[in-house]
């Protein structure tokens, strides 16, 4: 689905009156909640450019095309994440932050995807993935309780508990708890997918059988599982994750899920300048290869790594689906506006 043809759906939801002034005025709460939980804990709202010069390598990047009052014209790129912008203000001694704004991603359309949405993203300084973990399991049951004076969600006619710990897993255990294989296991990998009569091409890569076990096997056993977070994934698929000691193949980044629905990804903060050079342009060589374009790396971000970035650990949570899971919807724009 191209972006307009998603802008339209979403307007003419809102002319239907499927979008309520109800759910409006629940979002706008929400927003303000998530704005005090952060300020409450002493972290400083920042407002990152949304047309960057630099991408983020990223599938889903947003070109465009900016015209001056010349008639010169410039490629920037609409921020599919503003964590470059927010790890260059944390290496020039910002402290922990956090961004509450719209980012973009092209070639994106469905019931929990949208090519414009918004994104909590924040930062802990000195904080490890666990300190990150506890904010998202803090802020999710705030919202819970505001927003219907419980602790717990309803979901698909099921009651999920939030007011404890959520339960962890690690990937590499939910692959073998599922499939039988490890996840860096190619072989294995396709052997188990075969004899679950998924046929993967002799043309799929690892990364190819990867995805397509975390779509059709684990995100499926996790709506079962209620609040629950993924963790350990590998770390060829996370190029700014600090790895694992020990683990240089596993790094640690999580994902966040209630009922099913991916709701935040972090990780600790790869901070080697040198180590997240060479890991941005093997990224952008798979990147070459599989799309045809190449994208520029941010030189500055890289600079700002070698002036210092300390370590920290950060999340970016996908606000349009916590409000629909808040509101008990089945698709993100019933609680969207644009």
């Not at 990364?207 to 609040?227: H, K, N, Q, W």
Request: glycine share 10%; charged share 30%.
């Amino acid at each position: 689905m191209r972006a307009e043809d998603g802008r339209r759906g979403t307007w003419r939801r809102i002319a239907d009156g499927e979008l309520s002034w109800k759910a409006l005025r629940a979002r706008a709460r929400i927003l303000e909640e998530i704005r005090a939980f952060f300020r409450d804990r002493g972290f400083l709202e920042v407002d990152p450019p949304i047309a960057q010069a630099y991408p983020n390598i990223d599938p889903n990047v947003f070109p465009v095309s900016i015209s001056d009052a010349s008639g010169g014209t410039a490629r920037l790129y609409l921020r599919t994440s503003p964590e470059l912008s927010m790890k260059k203000l944390i290496a020039a001694g910002s402290g922990d932050i956090f961004s509450l704004g719209k980012v973009f991603r092209d070639r994106e359309g469905s019931p929990l995807h949208s090519p414009e949405f918004t994104m909590l993203e924040w930062y802990r300084v000195g904080g490890d993935a666990d300190a990150v973990i506890r904010d998202v399991e803090e802020l999710v049951r705030r919202l819970v309780a505001a927003v219907a004076g419980e602790e717990s969600l309803l979901r698909g006619g099921r009651e999920i508990p939030l007011g404890r710990p959520w339960p962890r897993w690690e990937m590499d255990d939910a692959f073998r708890d599922l499939l039988g294989a490890g996840m860096m296991e190619e072989t294995a990998l396709r052997d188990a997918l075969e004899r679950r009569g998924m046929r993967p091409g002799a043309d799929e890569s690892w990364e190819d059988l990867f995805f397509r076990t975390c779509l059709d096997v684990v995100e499926p056993a996790l709506a079962e599982r209620g609040a629950c977070f993924l963790t350990g994934y590998p770390a060829v698929l996370a190029a700014m994750a600090r790895r694992r000691p020990g683990r240089p193949e596993v790094s640690e980044r999580f994902e966040g899920f209630v009922a099913g629905v991916e709701l935040v990804n972090g990780y600790e903060e790869l901070t080697d300048p040198v180590e997240q050079e060479e890991r941005l342009l093997a990224l952008i060589e798979r990147h070459r290869r599989s799309t045809g374009v190449s994208l520029p790396m941010d030189p500055d971000f890289i600079d700002a790594l070698r002036r210092g970035l300390p370590p920290c650990s950060g999340a970016a949570l996908g606000v349009d689906r916590l409000v629909m899971l808040l509101l008990r919807g089945d698709d993100i724009a019933g609680g969207m506006y644009r």
